[in-house]
């Protein structure tokens, strides 16, 4: 079964400038979560989805949206992007959804955001 | 103070020693997890558990709910093993994350 899947890898932008991540779930996983992580603020949650709904969300500005697709895909979306907005940016899939992290999570490699 | 603390931060050791990560937490939760991270940013999951014990290999995994403690072991620690350990809990509808204890195995 094929893992977690995100696009790009790698990404170069603007200050100022918008940036949509992508996230294709394991087969059969209903729950993709995305995390930041920065060198400075570590690991941080930034939303769930489940079934085409935000479940939960993180301590992040309304600059960060994402939303989830009828076959699970998400996708995460930053606008008007500052330098602190430089990070990795992971999803995470798992198989059904509980209160973010009571099943088992499977990441993706990430996706590096540089923001100059 | 962090809901999620983690010690040490860096632990260097010979190849064959026996490891262990500590995780200290100050919130309910409803489950704990411990994840590896190699250069490069992938994250596997190693351990979730809400009670007792785990073992998966060399890995071997405890938590103390009263105590709201757990720790991660590695026996016959590997230069494979070196990576970064990150303690994580579930808890407020979230996962919360502890800020990773860099393990390095000399050979």
């Known amino acids: 079964k094929a893992g977690v899947t995100q696009t790009p890898r790698y990404l170069i932008k603007t200050r100022g400038q918008q940036v949509t991540l992508s996230c294709s779930p394991i087969s059969g996983h209903r729950s993709v979560s995305w995390y930041q992580q920065t060198p400075g603020q570590g690991l941080q949650f930034l939303f769930e989805y489940f079934s085409e709904t935000q479940r939960n969300k993180g301590n992040f500005p309304g600059r960060f949206s994402g939303r989830q697709f009828s076959n699970s895909r998400s996708e995460m979306n930053v606008s008007t992007l500052e330098l602190g907005d430089s990070a990795l940016y992971l999803c995470?899939?798992?198989?059904?959804?509980?209160?973010?992290?009571?099943?088992?999570?499977?990441f993706g490699p990430g996706t590096r955001l540089t923001v100059t | 103070k962090n809901e999620v603390e983690q010690s040490p931060q860096n632990l260097t050791a010979q190849e064959g020693e026996f490891i262990t990560i500590n995780c200290s937490y100050s919130v309910g939760i409803s489950a704990l997890h411990w994840l590896q991270q190699h250069p490069g940013g992938g994250i596997v999951s190693l351990f979730m558990l809400s009670s007792g014990k785990k073992k998966h290999g060399r890995l071997i995994a405890t938590i103390n709910i009263q105590e709201k403690h757990s720790s991660l072991h590695i026996t016959a620690s590997h230069p494979r093993d070196s990576a970064v350990y990150i303690c994580?809990?579930?808890?407020?509808?979230?996962?919360?994350f502890g800020t990773g204890t860099r393990l390095t195995i000399i050979p």
């Open positions: 995470a899939s798992s198989l059904n959804f509980g209160t973010s992290g009571t099943y088992e999570q499977y």
């Open positions: 994580a809990v579930s808890g407020n509808e979230k996962l919360t």
